[in-house]
């Protein structure tokens, strides 16, 4: 456990590498809160806005303030040469000073993916992250992302609902939940899985401190899952760190001509594993680790089963109930995991608007098809 | 000498009779104005002298003393001008006084001693009539306008001349001959042209029947504006009282040209996004201009770009849409204007206007709430549809499948508005968009099966009260266009998917998905 003085030095800076410079010169984060103001101010690697933290006259009173916070919000800190250290962070050239958890940290013996993609996900990407990772949840792999708004937010969600085990990497201090939207998901990840920040509280969610963060997602991962990405895009600082870590990395592939494909084919045609359903990332960790649930019977189908007798199916017959039934299957047939404008289905099943918003209505009951957007609808992943 | 001579001041879109009181004695020469008057009205002191001069009739070395009364209402425009005109010329004995009673004055005067139009000769006429006028005088300009009004007799006269001759020569006017223009202009924007957009189309007949206000979400260039264009023409054709009272409205407003006649078409205003707080509500220093939401009366008020509209000029839609008129405070009191319209606003469903493409859309999930989230509440709940338009493809507009025509459709809608007015005919309102909450379990009778599937809509959507409410007045009218007494299963469902953009909805949906 982490005393006062590092808690104070993890919010003050952000960066290992100066933590691990101050470290040098001071001995230990007492020493550096000691330290004089003329060692500080004349350093030549510090920040300006680090100098100014780390020499504040206030700096009693910020270093009580966050030890109070800390110790009022459940929060660990735990410090590289404590046993309860992850061991995954070993791998990494720059490993946190120290780590503020909430929740309870993952077992070291479970399997775990990194689900990663872009924050401005479309329907089929937001369908396909939370095929994925409810599946790998229900299967008793951690989902570890980084809690930002789209594909992230949906597979932390994905994972809980499958109560499954979850881990939330912030780029943000520790309580600083980011982006807010995401607030009552942090609230639960705490309650029901894992949050893990190695910066202290009250910092706020700078720009710089986000690539950093990849590297402590893909690090507790086993492998990285990427579900849709742009040509450049965030997910992929994330793939890189895995790479040089030696993670596995898998990919869904997208339609071509997506912006949000182009990411996730380059990386399939350099050599990422294409996966198209979520059995085949089982099956690769199943080899390693033997607690992976094989076949936990809740695999989610990407179609569903509908009774094949509809051929039978007389069209003067005056069973309603069947003939709502084929038209179920009509509709269901061409819905996809990517939203359709209910115009276009209107117009390809050649139904009455009427009866369309009944038997979408009545799939979405069923949990098969959802509407993704207002008057969009896909088929639930 | 003493008389009186009759004209009207405007207030709001109705006329108010004023009496024009000269007095001629002897005293210091002059001609004075009193009455509570603007600068306009006092002004007509130095056009009446001089155009009487120019007439012919130099006013006399007199005191002559205009009163406009009643005198505590402001007067204002120049309307007045002729009535003062022929009092000062029957104070001065040139004019007998039986010959102008029972006759009013109305129009302003210029130097040359034309006459110049004025705004609100039909109210003014319709006034009259109502006071039991014989006759009124107009400008040449105003008289179609005026003589829209039966049983009184319009002289729409050229200059002031005019009107004296026929009262001193031998030139006798004759009352305008009426010409009416009655058979309604079909618009030629047809619903046909519209290709696909099915949904939106069919929540357009939904509107149009129940008097629903709609919203429209989706991508530039998908036919928002289009569409909204068109439903003014699927409105029941207007009735003659909705026909003299919007004429009423266009012409205190100064709105109708003199060739044009009654207004025999549905409005539909569409003002820029820029409008003003008077602009849409309507105000003005003096004389209350109506503004876009009375103008609308009648007609479709169109809001494109709702987010984009200043936000007190969308708080100010509050009264309109429950009430169906509005209260303009002014300096000299408060005027009610009738305000009853048919809202269809559109709006694109982010920023860029592009989403759900993501392909062209490039705006965060918080961008795209914070856009939904300039939309008042409060206007929210006051409108029952909500559809979102997809982009149309290429095959669609190729293919151009005609839907039914304008006036098929209108057909359907007068059916259900006729369905409507028959069950409503002991009520205060007409139309299922006006069936207060109070009265919704009386006449929204659901079948068993759609009560509970609407109860489990409710469960899984999460919907609020509010929202059950007005699920249910949307069903009512998808029941009554399918001629159904009871509100069945197909058309619950086929209301809720109106509600799902919803836009206090959508923020939950962003939240839960992104």
């Not at chain 2, 006759?135 to 008289?143: A, D, F, K, L, W």
Request: charged share 25%.
């Amino acid at each position: 456990m982490g005393n006062s003085y590092d808690i104070w030095l993890s919010a003050a800076v952000s960066t290992v590498s100066h933590i691990n410079h101050l470290l040098e010169w001071f001995g230990d984060a007492e020493g550096v809160f000691r330290a004089k103001e003329k060692e500080i101010t004349e350093d030549s690697i510090l920040t300006p806005s680090e100098k100014a933290f780390l020499t504040s006259p206030v700096k009693e009173e910020n270093r009580n303030s966050r030890y109070e916070y800390v110790c009022r919000n459940d929060i660990r800190m735990i410090c590289r040469h404590e046993k309860d250290y992850p061991k995954r962070f070993d791998c990494l050239d720059d490993p946190p000073y120290g780590i503020f958890v909430q929740g309870k940290l993952p077992p070291p013996d479970i399997p775990s993916i990194a689900v990663v993609g872009s924050r401005r996900a479309s329907p089929y990407g937001e369908n396909v992250a939370e095929l994925f990772a409810g599946e790998l949840a229900a299967a008793g792999i951690i989902i570890v992302s980084g809690l930002a708004m789209g594909i992230d937010g949906i597979s932390h969600r994905a994972a809980l609902e499958n109560k499954g085990f979850t881990v939330g990497v912030l780029g943000s201090g520790i309580g600083v939940p980011y982006p807010k939207e995401n607030w009552k998901l942090y609230q639960q990840m705490r309650e029901k899985g894992c949050i893990i920040s190695e910066h202290g509280p009250g910092v706020p969610p700078l720009k710089q401190n986000f690539p950093h963060r990849n590297r402590l997602i893909s690090a507790l991962s086993d492998g990285i899952l990427v579900v849709e990405a742009a040509e450049r895009s965030g997910t992929l600082i994330t793939v890189d760190r895995g790479l040089e870590q030696g993670k596995d990395i898998f990919a869904v592939p997208g339609r071509i001509g997506d912006r949000n494909s182009e990411g996730c084919l380059n990386l399939i045609r350099q050599g990422a594993f294409l996966v198209t359903k979520p059995e085949q990332i089982i099956a690769e960790l199943a080899s390693n680790y033997p607690s992976v649930r094989k076949n936990c019977g809740t695999y989610r189908q990407l179609s569903f089963n509908f009774p094949n007798d509809f051929e039978e199916f007389n069209e003067n017959s005056e069973n309603l109930i069947l003939g709502i039934a084929r038209d179920e299957k009509v509709v269901y047939d061409l819905c996809r995991l990517d939203a359709r404008h209910f115009d276009e289905l209107l117009s390809q099943s050649g139904l009455t608007v009427a009866r369309l918003s009944e038997v979408l209505y009545s799939l979405q009951q069923k949990g098969i098809v959802r509407q993704a957007i207002p008057n969009y609808y896909s088929r639930k992943g | 000498m003493f008389c009186v001579i009759n004209s009207f001041a405007l207030v709001g879109i109705d006329a108010q009779p004023v009496r024009v009181e000269v007095d001629v004695g002897n005293g210091l020469p002059g001609i004075n104005l009193v009455g509570s008057l603007s600068a306009e009205v006092r002004e007509a002191r130095e056009r009446v002298r001089v155009a009487l001069r120019n007439a012919g009739y130099p006013v006399p070395a007199k005191k002559i003393t205009v009163n406009l009364s009643p005198a505590d209402i402001r007067k204002e425009g120049t309307g007045f001008d002729l009535a003062i005109a022929i009092g000062i010329l029957t104070g001065l004995e040139l004019i007998p006084q039986e010959l102008v009673k029972g006759t009013c004055f109305l129009g302003e005067i210029g130097l040359d001693g034309v006459l110049r139009p004025v705004p609100g000769a039909l109210s003014c006429a319709y006034a009259a009539k109502e006071e039991g006028y014989r006759s009124i005088y107009v400008p040449t300009e105003n008289g179609q306008e005026a003589g829209m009004v039966e049983g009184i007799d319009v002289y729409a006269v050229r200059t002031l001349s005019d009107v004296i001759e026929s009262f001193l020569g031998d030139q006798l006017l004759e009352p305008l001959v009426r010409e009416f223009h009655a058979d309604p202009t079909e618009t030629e924007e047809d619903f046909a042209d519209i290709s696909g957009q099915f949904l939106a189309k069919r929540g357009a007949v939904i509107a149009a029947a129940g008097g629903h206000n709609l919203l429209l979400l989706g991508p530039p260039g998908s036919g928002k504006t289009m569409l909204a264009k068109r439903i003014p023409g699927i409105l029941p054709a207007i009735t003659p009282e909705e026909s003299i009272e919007l004429t009423k409205i266009y012409s205190v407003a100064g709105l109708i040209r003199p060739e044009a006649g009654r207004i025999m078409t549905r409005p539909f205003r569409n003002p820029h996004h820029t409008c003003t707080l008077a602009g849409m509500a309507g105000g003005g220093a003096r004389l209350p201009v109506p503004g876009e939401i009375t103008l609308a009366t009648g007609g479709v008020l169109f809001l494109d770009e709702l987010p984009e509209f200043r936000r007190e000029c969308i708080e100010v839609l509050r009264q309109p849409l429950e009430e169906h008129r509005v209260v303009i405070s002014r300096l000299y009191g408060n005027y009610t204007l009738p305000a009853s319209f048919l809202l269809v606003a559109a709006m694109n469903p982010c920023p860029c206007g592009y989403f759900p493409d993501r392909n062209r859309c490039n705006c965060s999930p918080d961008r795209i709430r914070r856009y939904m989230g300039k939309i008042s509440q409060a206007v929210i709940d006051r409108i029952d549809l909500c559809v979102e338009m997809s982009a149309v493809p290429f095959q669609d507009l190729s293919e151009r499948t005609r839907g039914p025509s304008s006036k098929e459709i209108r057909a359907e809608v007068e059916r259900c508005r006729m369905i409507q007015a028959e069950r409503y005919r002991d009520e205060s309102f007409r139309l299922n968009a006006r069936l207060p909450s109070s009265a919704l379990d009386k006449y929204c009778v659901m079948t068993p099966e759609a009560e509970r599937k609407l109860a489990s809509a409710f469960r899984s959507k999460g919907f609020s009260a509010r929202l059950y409410d007005r699920i249910r007045r949307v069903g009512r009218t998808i029941a009554d266009l399918a001629g159904s007494e009871k509100i069945g299963e197909e058309h619950i469902t086929e209301a809720v998917m109106y509600h799902a953009t919803d836009i206090g909805r959508r923020h939950e949906q962003y939240g839960k998905f992104v």
